[in-house]
């Protein structure tokens, strides 16, 4: 058990180091905005297709957050980082983000997951683009559908909670299935000059 648990522990800090590396693909700002607009571009064209809802869930939000992210879970631990980008819908404001992700508990695998976050709540909004939200989700299960798939998790996923925001997530490949206790930490991030 204690080498299990050892080997457990070096592969968490290789995945938290390799984790901390969130980039937007692009070797000018002007890359990373094209980047990041084709992934908002493709995601809520997913999203849409997926739930109906979600297009005036948005549209009367107070704004909304769209990512890119990828996570390596083992059975005990998972890691994984992201970038994306919010958008406040009043003033068309765009602060662009780095996501970090740490589960424990059950399933294994690597996957893309392109997480959309849908805030209700305007102080819950300028806590995410400012550095201050984080979020934890329970049991999440993911399942393809075509070339991307649709999860839900935990209690962040139910649409009409009180938490002042809706959470959604699109796979881009596989069947997996988890059951985990996970934090989500995001914080600004500038692009390159």
């Not at 590396?21 to 997913?46: F, M, N, S, W, Y």
């Not at 596989?174 to 500038?190: D, E, H, L």
Request: net charge neutral.
């Amino acid at each position: 058990m204690k080498i299990v648990m050892t080997l457990g522990s070096l592969l968490l800090l290789a995945m938290m180091s390799i984790s901390g590396c969130a980039k937007i693909p692009g070797t000018t700002a002007q890359e990373q905005v094209l980047t990041i607009d084709e992934l908002v571009e493709r995601t809520l064209t997913d999203l849409y297709e997926q739930d109906p809802n979600t297009k005036e869930e948005i549209t009367s939000s107070v704004g909304y957050a769209v990512f890119s992210n990828k996570i390596t879970k083992v059975p005990i631990v998972g890691a994984g980082s992201g970038y994306g980008i919010a958008i406040h819908n009043a003033s068309g404001k765009r602060t662009y983000l780095k996501m970090a992700r740490f589960d424990v508990g059950g399933g294994w695998g690597a996957r893309s997951l392109r997480p959309v976050i849908i805030f209700q709540d305007e102080a819950k909004f300028n806590d995410m683009i400012n550095g201050r939200w984080s979020a934890g989700a329970g049991a999440e299960a993911a399942a393809k559908v075509g070339d991307a798939g649709a999860a839900g998790g935990g209690s962040a996923g139910d649409a009409g909670n009180d938490q002042g925001y809706t959470f959604h997530m699109i796979t881009d490949a596989g069947v997996s299935a988890t059951v985990t206790a996970n934090i989500i930490r995001v914080s600004p991030m500038k692009l390159k000059d």
